[in-house]
């Protein structure tokens, strides 16, 4: 190989890394990947985006935002979606492999509880939560709650959880388990709308997810952060004002500072436009917007 043709091909490559040619055409393509809270969010945004500029195409997929995060550090993806703050060890490692991971606040999330329309528990405890979930934890029976419900003749509190590597996992983890260890013996899925179908059907379920993921057949307990003083119902009100207190950013992460069509589809994202899409999926907007009727 001639040392033109080897510096040809490694111009390629790099290119690849910040918006992909699709094909031989001269469209590019932008791969995203990572959270599943923000997975549908992200794909509405990708599918409008082609309205804006149809040159450039958004490939959306899940997988959690540890995947995310790692996909970044490979170079397979030019955004990473997640539902938690970058881990000290994934920047470092970012860093090690010559790059300076930039973060984007674009919306805001209610990470929400989830019970069956049976379960009568109408507001709960962040210590309660603890009591639920974390190792040692000594809630195992609804009855030890004040509550029966029905359909549920075993009593059995069922942990719903998420998968270690969900960015929402590590959230609540942090925040409602103060950083404890989970309990052996939950079920733990895959994504946020497993967890939101298995508690509509499953009378003894507790589950978390967000807030967008709600559905007719479950509720939402209001959640108190200070032994029962006050309570909040999760919202997309609550999560902007901060008021909701297991509200968390939801973030995008690009390996360096994005150039080119990555950075335009970013500023895109927090344009008002874009803002008012992720309003209009449940989400609190990362700012002011205004959004007409027509639109929500």
Same mark, same amino acid.
């Given at each position: 190989?001639?040392?033109?043709?080897?510096?040809?091909?490694?111009?390629?490559?790099?290119?690849?890394?910040?918006?992909?040619?699709?094909?031989?055409?001269?469209?590019?393509?932008?791969?995203?990947?990572?959270?599943?809270?923000?997975?549908?969010?992200?794909?509405?945004?990708? !599918?409008?985006? *082609?309205?804006?500029?149809?040159?450039?195409?958004? +490939?959306?997929?899940?997988?959690?935002?540890?995947?995310?995060?790692?996909?970044?550090?490979?170079?397979?993806?030019?955004?990473?979606?997640?539902?938690? @703050?970058?881990?000290?060890?994934?920047?470092?490692?970012?860093? =090690?492999?010559?790059?300076?991971?930039?973060?984007?606040?674009?919306?805001?999330?209610?990470? =929400?509880?989830?019970?069956?329309?049976?379960? /009568? #528990? *109408?507001?709960?405890?962040?210590?309660?939560?603890?009591?639920?979930? =974390?190792?040692?934890?000594?809630?195992?029976?609804?009855? *030890?709650?004040?509550?029966? %419900?029905?359909?549920?003749?075993?009593? !059995?509190?069922?942990? #719903?959880?998420?998968?270690?590597?969900?960015?929402?996992? +590590?959230?609540?983890?942090?925040?409602?388990?103060?950083? !404890?260890?989970?309990?052996?013996?939950?079920?733990?899925?895959?994504?946020?709308?497993?967890?939101?179908?298995?508690?509509?059907?499953?009378?003894?379920? #507790?589950?978390? @997810?967000?807030?967008?993921?709600?559905?007719? !057949?479950?509720?939402?307990?209001?959640?108190?952060?200070?032994?029962?003083?006050?309570?909040? %119902? /999760?919202?997309?009100?609550?999560?902007?004002?901060?008021?909701?207190?297991?509200?968390?950013?939801?973030?995008?992460?690009? =390996?360096? *500072?994005?150039?080119?069509?990555? +950075?335009?589809?970013?500023?895109? #994202?927090?344009?008002?436009?874009?803002?008012?899409?992720?309003?209009?999926?449940?989400?609190? /907007?990362?700012? /002011?917007?205004?959004? @007409?009727?027509?639109?929500?």
């Amino acid at each position: 190989m001639t040392r033109n043709l080897f510096t040809l091909l490694f111009a390629v490559v790099f290119l690849a890394g910040c918006a992909r040619p699709e094909g031989g055409s001269s469209r590019s393509v932008i791969q995203n990947k990572g959270s599943d809270t923000l997975v549908n969010v992200a794909q509405a945004w990708a !599918e409008e985006y *082609q309205t804006v500029n149809p040159s450039v195409a958004v +490939a959306v997929t899940g997988g959690g935002s540890g995947t995310g995060i790692a996909a970044l550090k490979n170079g397979t993806v030019d955004i990473a979606n997640a539902s938690r @703050s970058i881990k000290d060890s994934e920047r470092e490692n970012l860093i =090690a492999n010559g790059h300076n991971p930039v973060e984007f606040v674009v919306g805001f999330d209610a990470l =929400a509880i989830f019970l069956h329309n049976d379960n /009568p #528990i *109408q507001e709960i405890t962040k210590a309660q939560l603890k009591a639920i979930y =974390a190792d040692g934890g000594e809630l195992e029976r609804w009855s *030890q709650l004040g509550v029966t %419900v029905p359909g549920c003749s075993s009593d !059995e509190i069922i942990r #719903i959880s998420r998968q270690n590597n969900s960015g929402t996992y +590590a959230y609540f983890r942090e925040v409602v388990l103060d950083d !404890e260890d989970f309990k052996l013996g939950s079920r733990d899925m895959h994504g946020s709308k497993d967890v939101v179908d298995l508690v509509t059907n499953t009378a003894c379920a #507790i589950g978390y @997810s967000g807030l967008a993921y709600a559905n007719d !057949e479950v509720h939402m307990p209001a959640v108190s952060s200070d032994g029962g003083e006050t309570f909040v %119902v /999760p919202s997309v009100d609550t999560a902007i004002d901060g008021t909701y207190p297991i509200a968390r950013p939801l973030l995008m992460y690009t =390996a360096d *500072q994005p150039e080119g069509a990555v +950075a335009e589809y970013l500023d895109w #994202i927090l344009s008002n436009d874009a803002q008012c899409i992720i309003k209009e999926k449940g989400y609190a /907007p990362a700012g /002011p917007v205004e959004c @007409s009727a027509d639109s929500m």
